[in-house]
């Protein structure tokens, strides 16, 4: 991977994280400011199930900025693009639909084969 490659990607990783942490704020001000008590039942519970599921949202998120932070530092260390199991070149085209990959597709194949296998049994 060329420098202007790599750059790229940092800039690509740079505002996914970017966008990440507005939504995290977004988030954060708005449930500071609904902090409303619904005296009907069912609307306290639907209020409470939209409430679930956006902090579920926002902490697969927050796991998400973990990745994006260690891409950085792997093309940092010009690691990046290189597949963690093979050594083999992750292909542009698989780090442009996922910036954080670290398997090649067949990598991530292989793994996914292995997962199914053990979740099965």
Known sequence: MNERQREYFRGKLLAWKDEILREAKLTLQTLQEE???????????SSETDRAIELRARDRQR????????????IDD?????????????????????????LSVEAQERHEKREKVYRDE
């Open 63 to 74: 796991k998400l900025i973990s990745k994006i932070d260690s891409a950085l530092q792997r």
């Open 35 to 45: 902090n409303v008590n619904h005296p009907d039942l069912a609307d306290r519970a």
């Open 78 to 102: 010009n690691t990046y693009g290189y597949c963690e199991e093979t050594g083999e070149p992750i292909s542009l085209k698989r780090l442009e639909a996922r910036p954080i990959a670290t």
